[in-house]
């Protein structure tokens, strides 16, 4: 893992624990299970393991040695495939490092829409309850429960 990947991921991580403590800190309730979203109606947990869509992996290639020939044949397919895979492993760094990027922007802003959401939803309620306040409210009301009878 680079240097670079392993920072956006600490950044990541320090980002997720500073929402889990805004959400507490704003009264959110976060369960000791831990439970994912969904991502367009799929749950994020269905999905386990990340695979590469867009880069090469090249085949082994085969070796039979028998003489000083095939293994210098050997060795030239060897050093050929190790540049391959190099070229894959790069590949597929920056194709998780982009899809990881891709997917914390969706995160951050599905986070973003809920919160503006419930605050839209809170300031509804409240505005229809404002509605009622000077027929409803005056010095005799405490906002108390009545006793039980």
């Known amino acids: 893992m680079s240097g670079r990947a392993r920072a956006e991921r600490r950044r990541f991580g320090r ?26 109606g799929t749950d994020i947990a269905d999905y386990r393991v990340w695979r590469s869509t867009r880069c090469y992996r090249p085949p082994e290639p085969s070796i039979q040695i028998t003489d000083p020939l ?11 495939y190790f540049e391959q895979m190099k070229e894959f492993v790069e590949c597929v760094g920056e194709e998780a490092n982009a899809d990881f990027k891709t997917t914390q922007d969706v995160l951050e802003r599905g986070l973003s829409r809920s919160r503006a959401d419930a605050l839209q939803d809170l300031e509804r309620t409240r505005a ?8 409803y409210s005056g010095p005799d009301l405490t906002g108390e429960a009545p006793p039980k009878r």
Do not use: H, P
């Open 15 to 40: 980002a997720a624990k500073a929402m889990l403590a805004a959400a507490a800190g704003a009264g959110v309730c976060v369960g000791v299970e831990a439970t994912a979203g969904s991502l367009d």
């Open 70 to 80: 095939t293994y210098n044949l050997a060795v030239d397919a060897f050093n050929r």
């Open 128 to 135: 229809a309850i404002e509605r009622y306040r000077d027929a």
